[in-house]
């Protein structure tokens, strides 16, 4: 007989934690019939614009990352009035990032430290988190988000219209598994080395059926996934370590990977990250040069990513501490300013009338 194994779990801080269940979470923060409908409805919306039929340009906008639920509530609000009115032309989303990965150290976001003192309440961002999405719809905005942890979209997922596969994750078979048994639009993006392939080679992944471990969303308790595939996959260019990926030559070669793998060559540029070197006022020209190109005669570019918040560039954290924080302003990378942005996406919405209009 093989002798019994000792399980030492020496880098533990103490038991694991036990945190409430999807199940519990959900039934506390119920979502309406009307939210559902409208998560349903821009699922769709979001695919059609992938697939070709709706010709409208999907944009997602919003924070680096959702630090405050104030400043979360305003910004949804005021985008949500934009979004109805330039609604015929685009179809803007609002991002609503609540995980941040990480190069090295630094906040994690809002989920793992929902109170920015290190104290790591992951249950109470739990429920903050779909407090705010629950508030988002409410408005009527379809909401993005990035997938990270593959736990985390059992408590929140059913309100999010969009979800993205970051660049440290996008050659993960765990997110690969994950977008495969989602039932909305998911983008994989470039790696932070440039590497387009392997975001293709998700996306080929994720539309095949696969069988993993996962949760279930009643008790949290481990099981066994089996997916359908997801076909409302595609790539997403964000840039890299090495410069940008968003001009002509670039998204013309990614749109070739594609063809190569035998998918459709439709893609979303991220204006942000290594697209404007991590500085707000870059990304005002990524994303005209983006929106130039499609109202050109590029129809396989069917979206665009801005990081944006009510007032511009960001703030340190560490560095100024929680109670001296700004108000509005990003405490991750830099964000765009309220209005420029409204002045951006009033830009996009004349262009995409007309090719003429693309002169700025």
């Not at 593959?150 to 969009?162: E, K």
């Not at 089996?226 to 996959?233: D, E, I, L, V």
Request: proline share 4%; aromatic share 6%.
């Amino acid at each position: 007989m093989l002798p019994e194994l000792e399980i030492l779990d020496t880098n533990l801080d103490g038991e694991p934690e036990n945190i409430a269940s999807p199940e519990t979470v959900m039934r506390k923060l119920r979502t309406t019939p009307e939210i559902v409908s409208h998560v349903a409805r821009s699922r769709r919306t979001i695919g059609n614009i992938l697939d070709g039929e709706d010709h409208r340009l999907a944009i997602f906008v919003g924070p680096c990352s959702i630090h405050s639920k104030e400043v979360a509530y305003e910004y949804a609000e005021r985008l949500a009035a934009v979004a109805k009115r330039l609604q015929d032309r685009l179809f803007i989303g609002m991002r609503v990032y609540f995980e941040k990965p990480r190069t090295t150290l630094g906040w994690k976001g809002l989920i793992y430290d929902p109170d920015l003192d290190n104290t790591c309440d992951v249950e109470k961002g739990l429920y903050l988190a779909r407090k705010i999405l629950l508030k988002v719809g409410r408005l009527g905005l379809a909401a993005a988000t990035e997938w990270l942890d593959p736990i985390t979209p059992q408590y929140f997922g059913d309100l999010v219209s969009w979800g993205a596969i970051g660049a440290r994750t996008t050659e993960s078979q765990i997110h690969r598994q994950l977008a495969s048994a989602s039932s909305m639009p998911i983008g994989f993006k470039n790696s932070t080395d440039g590497n387009c392939q392997v975001a293709v080679n998700g996306v080929l992944a994720a539309r095949a059926d696969q069988v993993f471990l996962g949760i279930d969303r009643v008790k949290g308790r481990v099981a066994r996934v089996r997916s359908k595939g997801n076909r409302k996959t595609h790539i997403v260019l964000r840039g890299s370590e090495k410069g940008p990926n968003y001009g002509q030559e670039s998204v013309r070669e990614a749109q070739g990977l594609l063809i190569k793998a035998g998918l459709p060559p439709r893609l979303a540029v991220d204006c942000s990250h290594g697209n404007c070197n991590k500085e707000w006022e870059r990304q005002i020209l990524a994303f005209q040069d983006v929106i130039t190109q499609r109202v050109l005669g590029n129809t396989g570019i069917i979206g665009a990513m801005l990081e944006s918040n009510i007032h511009e560039g960001n703030q340190r954290l560490e560095e100024v501490g929680k109670a001296n924080l700004k108000y509005g302003v990003s405490i991750t990378d830099q964000c765009i300013g309220w209005e420029k942005t409204l002045e951006l996406l009033e830009w996009a919405y004349d262009a995409m009338r007309s090719p003429q209009a693309v002169a700025v």
